[in-house]
């Protein structure tokens, strides 16, 4: 075991010649640069969903952060004027100035948060992993009949933690539902 582990040592601290061009790669040659794309038949069975809520709710996570879906989550929340949150990490993509904003999840969180989720109808969260942060003494907080539209890039998160209605493996297919939806 010594051995080996001298031996990788003394790769390590080697000088190596390399041609700079190998590291000349663009972003898409090496990774993916685009989110999956949604299937429009999720979309057109979320926007149904949202139609017909009567008290739906907004969580905005991270993803929807990274994913650029901001303006677009902002317009949904508009024109459903629905209670709306954000996430630890989505934090600032509902901005308190919105009336419909309601606070954050987590500790930070208030109980208009907690009361929101366990009254709603319909739940839409974009980009939100439903971590424990979301969750009271009993579980997640959107639990029961509630049904949630859950959208993601990482399908491994769709109803990892929360069961969803609509599962929507895809990078900001918010915008997608606010154009099913209008």
């Not at 709710?57 to 317009?75: D, F, I, K, P, T």
């Not at 024109?79 to 009336?99: K, N, R």
Request: some cysteine; aromatic content about 6%; overall charge negative.
């Amino acid at each position: 075991f010594r051995r080996v582990l001298f031996r990788s040592q003394d790769m390590l601290m080697r000088k190596h010649d390399y041609d700079e061009s190998d590291f000349d790669w663009l972003p898409k040659q090496y990774r993916q640069i685009h989110g999956p794309a949604p299937h429009h038949g999720d979309i057109a069975l979320a926007a149904s969903l949202l139609a017909g809520a009567k008290r739906p709710v907004v969580v905005a996570g991270g993803g929807l952060v990274r994913s650029g879906g901001v303006e677009a989550a902002r317009q949904i929340v508009t024109l459903l004027d629905c209670p709306a949150l954000a996430t630890q990490m989505g934090i600032g993509s509902i901005p308190p100035s919105m009336p419909q904003f309601i606070g954050h999840g987590g500790i930070i969180g208030s109980d208009a948060v907690a009361t929101a989720l366990k009254e709603a109808d319909v739940v839409l969260a974009v980009g939100c992993r439903f971590s424990s942060w979301l969750w009271d003494e009993k579980g997640p907080l959107v639990r029961g009949e509630t049904k949630l539209i859950h959208i993601d890039s990482d399908a491994c998160v769709l109803g990892e933690n929360v069961r969803a209605e609509v599962a929507i493996h895809a990078d900001a297919g918010i915008a997608e539902i606010g154009r099913a939806h209008v």
